[in-house]
């Protein structure tokens, strides 16, 4: 054992205090006899180390640390002495080590203190329980149950109130409502099970003290649970008319998207009634052997166990209907402001079953053709098919022909699906879907060759028929197939009404002659994001 004199002040002590300069480490010379035991690793609750401690460090072995205090107190001018034991200990159920520790003091007068040693946690934690009565009050429906009614709960929390571990939950079937007379004797029985008469096939808060080596326990008892009623008088009786209170929560609002501003509107939620809650806490600490009642709170909460699960289709856009829930007895599209008894209301998600614009899926047979589906932001694109070069085709009134296919889920998902450009050499003809949209440059309703007969007449010969090759645009619409131009003509063709939902086909039908060339630009606006 090693002893140092230190300076003191107890407030006026009449004993001079050692200077600073006096302060001296000194080897004790007699034998210092303090037993030491193993205490094992998690194998001892803290009762028991503490029991076991008691063994050794008695009050005997106490008066025999103060003799040899006192012999050093003597070699200095010294007021009193302090023996201090420390161990490092594991607890049972702990998952951190602990201290134990005890002390033996000495006073100026001679006198001799020495407590029972004890296990001190550096990190302290609590048992928290939390009970509901299986029972509610006469009232609610028989199929109506409050939820976690007759579980108990539990779980370790920091003194802080942080949780320590997750929640333990025991469905007691009830053990632990209310009997009898006596309304603090089930309280009792989670609190310590040994009183006579307690249901024992369940934890208490002493044994998860002990077993967890926590230093307290804190109790919730959800003593009572009742239904709130609105109160009204009867015009024709005067008589007084309870009406339970509603409860309703909108758990989840979903809008499936199935157009621009249609879509389908989902409700699901709980209704119930609002429920009157009272909830005991009580507090103990583990040298305790009964729980203290600390507070009363009162509340109330929703009966969550009639579901619903209600649908409407609407030609609204999400944002109109933020405010808007369906209700769940009627399933009319009512504002949030008329539910009564709204407890919460989920915000809605949006989302859309349907393809959305970038997955056009453009497919074509023809290897000659360039084809591009090209978003140009906020919803806008722009397709693009033709010729991948200028005087690609060559012939003269010959005819070219190129489709493509693409995929579109719901045409009405296009504010705009517009031919906004054609450029060709000479004659261009454009279907969708087999409905003639454009024939350029003169309009028409057809594009293809012909021979046309005419009568010539010279020579000694006389007239003859022959036949000159033309381009039919109209019922009685010709023209040479050389017209020696390179259209690019900006157009303002809708193709809406020749759009389909599914597979659609873009045809285009180009006639050159000499060398010449076909392409098209498509704009459209979708209301689907990319």
Known sequence: MTSETVAVNFGGSKLAAASANQQQKVADVRPM????RD???????????????????SPTKANQIATIIKGVMSQGKVGSGVFIYEQQVRPRGATRDMKLSWGVTVTETGHVFAGDPKVV????????????????????????????????????????????????????????????TDSEFKVNCLANKLTSGCPTAYVDAKALMAETASVSAMIDYVRKVAPAYNESQDPSTGETIYQPQISVSYDRREYDRTGCSSGNFRNIGRRGYTLKTTVDRYQMVETDSAATRVNRFEGSSISPTENFDVSKTLDMTSQSLSNQVIDSFSNALVPSSS?????????????STLSNANNMRLESTQSDMAMSWVPGGNGTYSLYLGTIADNYWGGYGAVYDRSMTFNISNKDLYSKFTLAQASFDDWLMLQVNGNVAYVGPYGGDRLSTVSVPYTYCGGDWGCETAYELKVQYGANAFGWPELSTNWSLGLNVDLRPYLRAGQNTIFMRTIVAGRGEGAIRIDATSCLAD
């Open 339 to 351: 539910v009564l008894g709204l407890q919460y209301m989920a915000p809605i998600t949006t989302y």
């Open 121 to 180: 946690d550096p990190d302290p934690t609590t048992v928290y329980m939390l009970y509901t009565s299986l029972a509610a009050e006469a009232g609610l429906p028989q199929t109506w149950t409050y939820a976690d009614a007759g579980v108990l709960k539990w779980q370790l929390r920091k003194l802080d109130g942080t949780p320590a571990t997750a929640w333990t939950t025991i469905n007691t079937g009830g053990a632990f409502d209310e009997s009898g």
């Open 39 to 57: 205490y094992g690793m998690g194998t001892m609750s803290k009762a028991e180390m503490v029991t076991a401690a008691k063994a050794i460090m």
């Open 33 to 36: 006899a303090v037993s030491v």
